[in-house]
Nanobody, 122 residues
Framework: QVQLVESGGGLAQAGGSLRLSCAAS????????MAWFRQTPGKEREIVAA????????YVTDSVKGRFTFSRDNTKNTVYLQMNNLKPEDTAVYYC???????????????WGQGTQVTVSS
């Protein structure tokens, strides 16, 4: 069982930055792929970025390329989502997830955090 705890959400102005953190309760190196998803009311959960912890392969969705960076610190069992040049359309609840492989489908992930709200004002 892996528990994931997100932090770092909040309110930012358009053009600003936030950094989300996701701390895992168990060692996930070389075992789980990690991902960030986001969801707004009435819409499906969508992939933001995914990282294969073992070989460092990374997926980033087109809408955030060049603005968001997904990284990890194996010593702390934590992954980060650095979000720069935020836009109002980035407003959503952001979820951290762990699974056995990189996937854009939320159903492929086994463990989820509780979510953290990100609100970007124009």
């Amino acid at each position: 069982q892996v528990q994931l705890v997100e932090s770092g959400g909040g309110l930012a102005q358009a053009g600003g930055s936030l950094r989300l953190s996701c701390a895992a309760s168990a060692r996930t190196s070389s075992t789980y792929s990690m991902a960030w998803f986001r969801q707004t009311p009435g819409k499906e959960r969508e992939i933001v970025a995914a990282l294969n912890w073992g070989n460092e392969g990374t997926y980033v969705t087109d809408s955030v390329k060049g603005r968001f960076t997904f990284s990890r610190d194996n010593t702390k069992n934590t992954v980060y989502l650095q979000m720069n040049n935020l836009k109002p359309e980035d407003t959503a609840v952001y979820y951290c997830a762990a699974g056995l492989r990189i996937s854009v489908h939320p159903t492929d992930y086994l463990y989820w955090g509780q979510g953290t709200q990100v609100t970007v004002s124009s």
